[in-house]
């Protein structure tokens, strides 16, 4: 019975320490931009840049940024910024702006922006095309 218990705890510790693990964004030669722990974004110097507060979107002082409702992005006034179609990333006038292809990011013209690990893939499109742009 003892065996079991600690079987089942150590299922337990590491399905909670998996889950809050930080997720991380990279440019596209490799290096740290930022992470997302929980809805907080930080830079790679570990600085807040903002946060996710379910649709909406703040900078590190609280102040609003805009919000997203699952396939249009709008600023702080309301207007569109821009929308997500299936892996395109489209501006307000209806322009690629870019597209996710697995853990990918790709402007327009192809080039890498870089690679995402553990982050939605809504929440990576946020943090390079909308609001904290690299």
């Known amino acids: 019975m003892k065996k079991w218990l600690q079987f ?3 299922i337990a510790l590491f399905l909670v320490s998996s889950h809050v693990q930080s997720q ?3 440019n596209a030669s490799g290096s740290t931009l930022g992470r997302i722990d929980g809805n907080y974004v930080y830079n790679s110097s570990g600085s807040t840049l903002g ?5 909406y979107i ?3 002082s609280g102040s609003s940024l805009g919000r997203f409702d699952g396939t249009y992005v709008y600023n702080a006034s309301g ?3 821009g929308r997500i179609d299936g892996n395109y990333i489209y501006d307000a006038s209806g322009s690629t702006l870019g597209r996710i292809d697995g853990n990918y990011v790709y402007d327009s013209s192809g080039s890498t922006l870089g690679r995402f690990e553990g982050v939605p893939s809504d929440k990576a499109i946020l943090f390079y095309f909308f609001f904290f742009k690299p």
């Open 24 to 26: 991380y964004l990279y």
């Open 58 to 60: 703040y900078n590190a």
């Open 79 to 81: 207007s569109t910024l």
């Open 51 to 55: 946060r996710f507060d379910g649709t």
């Open 8 to 10: 089942i705890g150590v």
